[in-house]
Each structure stands twice: as C-alpha cells, then as structure tokens.
C-alpha cells in the first residue's frame, strides 16, 4: 500500500532544522540559533498522535504508520518506545523574560 507523504505537523516540532543528514539530532549535544544555544536533554520519545492525519483526524494507515516504520530502526532498548527528534532546553531559562533572545521562523 502506498501512502501519501506525511505531513510534518504529526510530529508537533517546535524546531525544524534543515540541511543536515538524517538523524543527525541524536548526536547533537548543543544547538545555537541565533545567538540562542539550547541543549539537548533527551531524545523526543514519540505517541500515537504520529499516526493521525491532522486535517481530518482519520487514521490512513491500519497498521500504525509511522509507528512501525519507525520502531524497525529508532526504537529505544526497552523495544516499545520510539525516538524521533531531540528535546532542548535554552542555556538563557533563568534569565528575566525582558533579556531572552527569541528564535523566529527562518532564523
């Protein structure tokens, strides 16, 4: 069965990075964006909202995609969890809400 391309929104990201080679968040320690560096604190663990189309909230695929593609090559130690993107937090957290630098899109 061929399914449609997936649209980005099923991942909820924050952040989207683009020109570096697949996965390459699950090596990245610290990520600086304008002038912001964030740390990586853990790897995003993914839910079953992955395989919901956002638009119409049907289910495209029976079996769960893309969940089970996923878990045949990012699936974590204990064989149930799936791993897809990196959680950060800003180096800047404690700082006072008027000296926080901000990300914008295209930044």
């Known amino acids: ?3 449609p391309a997936l649209d980005m929104r099923r991942f ?3 952040i989207v990075v683009r020109g570096t080679f697949p996965n ?3 090596r990245w320690t610290e990520v600086t964006i304008n ?3 964030m740390y990586g604190v853990k790897k995003c663990t993914r839910c079953k909202y992955t395989t919901i189309n956002p ?3 049907s289910c495209p695929d029976p079996e769960g995609a ?3 593609t996923l878990r045949t090559y990012r699936a974590e130690d ?3 969890s799936v791993c897809f993107g990196l959680n950060l937090i800003p180096r800047w957290s ?3 809400a008027k000296s926080r630098p901000t990300v914008a899109v295209g930044d």
């Open 24 to 26: 390459a968040e699950d």
């Open 78 to 80: 204990d064989g149930t």
């Open 35 to 37: 002038k912001n560096t």
């Open 1 to 3: 069965v061929q399914l």
């Open 94 to 96: 404690k700082r006072s």
């Open 12 to 14: 909820r990201p924050n």
């Open 66 to 68: 893309p969940l089970t």
């Open 55 to 57: 638009d119409d909230a």
